[in-house]
């Protein structure tokens, strides 16, 4: 019985305490607020606007690689779709993006079991010339097989990458089996190789290859470097293991243009009184040319222009500004990123908190954040009105995307509803990335997640403090 009375008597004394400073400070959102935010979700179930943008994007634009005729369209699409659902200040700054042609791609097994199999060039290869590249090929796990084979041992040939990546609903199988689609190909051609192959970044058994983009390292000659799909490598694999020697063609038309003019599409949704805050929402208007980029990141697009237009149609104003930027070139070098952050060097501390959709269309199913420890309270509350949407919370650890990463550097706090992609990588950057991977009853699942969390994030009666911690590396 004893042992009882002593947490009964500190849980008391600790509620007294708690309601002391309670009292002390304004509560993180008013009732009208909370409100608000049941408002949005509630609507956003049933809104189709998101579902509609993409819809429009990927029939009446279609690809949009950075630099080709269909970004500028995309350009032109945006800033026509932010002033129709009556966005503020919409406007564009310039990037300049490079300009890549893929051309056409052929990958054959010319021994010891001749097959041709569906490729496409990673994105900025260089071409092989007309007449290909015929030669003897070796078979390395990822780069760190490479890196242990004895020198010489892929002169003149070409490297066949073989990894598979696992699937994961955070994206952690794509970090780790990245690095060989961004860094074979040169690791490769310092190692002598003329060309290389890699079993595609993506989870899916169906026969489509995946692109991405690479980059090549400027110490070793840039050689062309293909994707094939997972079955492919599979049965690619098994050639190998016949303990038959492998040769194989490769042969590509791609090449460099120059670079080109594209631009970041900006609109806003006013704040009132704390109106010189900004509450920023990134995605990326650009998409790889084989499929119409509906997940990646038309969602992303959708998600973002669905959440300020709900918030606009609210009878409450935001107290901070809600504004939307869709990046130019998020796949081939974050152009667009890099100059939205050049063109408001003076405004850095004026993006108080950001939001970032770049990972398909939905559902959420966590909160993370990288605030100021400070705030951890603020966003459990934000979590809490997240309820009804069932999420799991996340830590403070949250990465945030590619085009908020210079920002975010720069100590801007970030709150990530967290976007499932359990099923994301059988599709991103494929010629399958089209309108029916989309389910609407996600995307909308979705859009409210964001609403409700961006609404609390522009209304919060306290400060955003900054995030003076170091971000650790990209995973
Ligand atoms: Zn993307």
Known sequence: MRKQTYPIFIGLLLTFFNSVSAADKPPAFS???????????????????????IESLTTEVGPRLAGSPGDKAAVAWAQREMTRLGFTNVHTVEAIVPHWDRGEAEFSVLAPYPQTMPTLALGGSVGTGSEGIDADAVMVKDLEALAALPAGAVKDKIVFFSNRMERTRDGTGYGKAVAVRVGGPSAASAAGALGVVIRSIGTSNLRFPHTGAIRYTTTSPRIPALAISNPDADALVRQFESGKPVRLRIRSSSRDLSPARSANVVGDIPGTDLANEIVILGAHLDSWDPGVGAIDDGAGVAIM?????????????????IRVVLFANEEFGTSGSTAYLAANEANVSRHVLGFEADFGAGPVWRLSSRVNPVQLPVVDQIFRALAPLKLVRGDNAARGGADLEGLSKRGMPILEPGLDG???????????????????KALNQSVAAFATAVWLGAQYSGTWDRVTEEKPPRR
């Open 422 to 440: 359990t099923d994301y990588f059988d599709v991103h950057h494929t010629a399958n990335d089209t309108l029916a991977q989309v389910d609407p």
């Open 31 to 53: 009732r009208a607020d909370l409100a608000a935010a049941a408002t949005l979700r509630e609507r956003a179930a049933a809104d189709a606007t998101a579902y509609q943008l």
């Open 305 to 321: 222009m669905g959440v300020a237009k709900l918030i606009k149609e609210l009878d409450a104003k935001p107290r901070r500004t």
